[in-house]
């Protein structure tokens, strides 16, 4: 019995020594502020979406203090019913609008917030600039978005970010990966309807599960789990947590700069579905913003290849995969506006001139390969501002 005792006793010992020490570790990544939480949580109308009330650092490129609102916006709380004398903005896109890999303050919506007030167009009014971005949305989350969220906003102006990189594949259940969970606008019988069918898969249903999001709930309450979370999915992708590959030499950039050149070539018959069902999809979101009575722009943001701030390099990639036009996804939607009767602001050459002269990054950080990647700060303020001109421009139109 004494020696069953003593082994209990230590046996305490050692788990109040664990319990301690995990203690001093959870302490300790608090005070020099590493996490790694999951900033997303399944959702039965759009695949995923933001955990409402989280928050935390994002460092895997960039670096930005990330707050979901109780309304789960990667924003600030806003009251549904519109405050008088209001203009208000709901911001649809992927995550160039949610823009993660910056503080929230330094974004494109934050800066259209600050300065559309001094537009005269909007003399006396506040604005309120309401973000509605998630990342790794395509387009048909972006309806679902507006005609489940938004909508109960009653927004004065819908702008749809349309990051071409990626919306296009995201949009395509072909091209998409197999195990996308996102609704997805189809061909049936010659009409296009919206398959969820992502709703029944295991997969999902096993995300949606009440055991799931207790065990998300406790990792995104310790930083010690999410630390080991981290280094799990580090070695499953056989990347490491803070290697900086920010110096790349020139002849291997082009692998970062997340160059798809059939979606400028548009010569293989999914990416003419898939450009379809783009199109479909953004008529779409102009009805339903229409049905609102609420104006709609369109905003094309810009590929990494596009605003490269080497003009011989850009020329020399694009030329060696046969494309002739570095606009062509920017351009074809520019048309479809022109055809449909709706705004379209194309920024991909406005900021490849200013990259050109400047001889700056637009995308890229310090902790990633310069170029490559979302927005910086700098590609945010650009962006920010020339949106607010257009904005300004366009209610000054309507209010002659």
Known sequence: ??????????????????????????????????????????????????????????????????????????????????????????????????????????????????????????????????????????????????????????????????????????????????DRFSPFLIKKDGKYVLDTSFKE????????????????????????????NEARVAMKNQRTMLGNEGKIENKYIVNYLDFTPELYLNSDKNWQDAWDITEELITLIRDETKALNSDFLVVTLSNPAQVYPDPSLREKYFNQAQIKNEFYPDQRIAKLGEKEQFNVLTLAPLLQDYADKNKQFLHGFDNTVMGSGHWNKLGHQLAGKLITEKVCSQQEINKN
């Open 201 to 228: 898969t295991e997969t999902y249903q096993w995300r949606n599960s009440w055991p799931r999001r207790l065990i998300f709930s406790i990792v995104n309450n310790s930083r010690i789990l999410q630390v080991i």
């Open 1 to 178: 019995m004494p020696q069953l005792k003593q082994i209990g006793i230590n046996l305490l010992v050692g788990l109040g020594g664990i319990i301690f020490a995990l203690g001093i570790g959870e302490i300790g990544l608090r005070i020099v502020g590493i996490s790694y939480p999951s900033f997303y949580q399944a959702d039965a109308n759009r695949g995923h979406a933001l955990i409402p009330g989280i928050s935390g650092w994002w460092t895997h490129e960039g670096k930005g203090w990330v707050s979901v609102s109780k309304q789960g916006l990667r924003d600030k709380d806003y009251t549904l019913e519109k405050p008088q004398n209001t203009f208000r903005i709901a911001v649809l896109g992927d995550s160039f609008a949610e823009a993660i890999q910056v503080n929230a303050e330094d974004t494109f919506w934050s800066f259209i917030e600050n300065k559309l007030p001094q537009c005269q167009a909007f003399k006396g009014e506040k604005i309120e600039v309401i973000n509605f971005g998630v990342g790794d949305y395509g387009t048909a989350q972006e309806l679902m978005t507006l005609k489940n969220n938004v909508v109960k906003y009653s927004p004065d102006l819908v702008i749809l970010a349309v990051f071409t990189g990626n919306d296009i594949i995201n949009n395509s259940k072909v091209l998409s990966p197999p």
